[in-house]
């Protein structure tokens, strides 16, 4: 299914990869692609692209569902030379490439975006076991866009850091993974500091590193007041 929320059209479509779609008909993927979850997927009906990390980018899975004149939003820190992957170069990918800081604001046709930063604490419940970071301070960002007026917040891969509880979301998309993101446990706090309109969990189960309850989660911030639902993404073959 698609989760219809106020004035947006939102599916999750695999691991960290979620489309929205406004009543006017801009769309906005958020870290589209890897692990297969967009496999024969050739939408390219995307105006909008973002991009948190290296972890997140897949430059073939941009070229499935960009527009010709869509723009990309990439985070400073996103370089092909250190993805142990085969992608192309962010300049070379053939639209109009927007890279941003992890204090950023920009407006990109309708939609104002926010990023903020994302990261895994040095003293936090994320580390290696040799205390080394999967997601440094300074390697990837989070996404707050406002939608025709509606805001979604994308965490990307980070903890739940001090701050993000600040925030007016109206759509959460909630990274519940856990192991090297926030865990269910923490999502769910998060979720019931922010208040927001709807809760929808997504980056998890993906691959193994990511395996965790979805039904406990929803369960777990259902029991403290704040709506929350269920996505299935093999429900968004295209």
Do not use: Q
Not at 69 to 76: G, N, Y
Not at 85 to 93: F, G, K
Not at 169 to 188: K, P, Y
Request: some cysteine; aromatic content about 8%.
């Amino acid at each position: 299914m698609t989760v219809s929320f106020r004035n947006l059209d939102v599916s999750w479509l695999g691991y960290a990869t979620a489309r929205i779609e406004s009543e006017s008909g801009y769309v906005v993927y958020l870290d589209p692609g890897r692990y297969g979850v967009l496999d024969d997927y050739y939408a390219r009906d995307g105006d909008l692209i973002c991009v948190t990390h290296d972890h997140h980018y897949d430059s073939d899975a941009i070229r499935s569902v960009a527009k010709e004149d869509a723009t990309v939003v990439v985070f400073e820190a996103v370089d092909a030379d250190n993805i142990d992957r085969d992608v192309e170069p962010v300049a070379d990918l053939p639209y109009e490439v927007v890279r941003v800081g992890e204090e950023e604001h920009l407006t990109v046709g309708p939609v104002d975006l926010w990023t903020v930063a994302a990261y895994n604490e040095a003293d936090g419940p994320h580390t290696r076991d040799d205390g080394s970071l999967v997601h440094p301070p300074g390697f990837g960002c989070g996404f707050l866009l406002s939608v025709d007026g509606t805001t979604v917040f994308w965490p990307g891969d980070s903890d739940a850091l001090d701050g993000f509880e600040r925030l007016s979301v109206d759509l959460f998309l909630a990274n519940i993974g856990g192991s090297v993101v926030m865990d269910r446990h923490e999502a769910a706090d998060l979720a019931e500091a922010l208040n927001p309109g709807l809760v929808l969990p997504i980056h998890y189960d993906t691959i193994d590193l990511l395996s965790t309850d979805p039904e406990a989660f929803a369960a777990d911030v259902a029991a403290r007041g704040v709506p929350v639902v269920l996505e299935d993404p093999t429900d968004h073959a295209v």
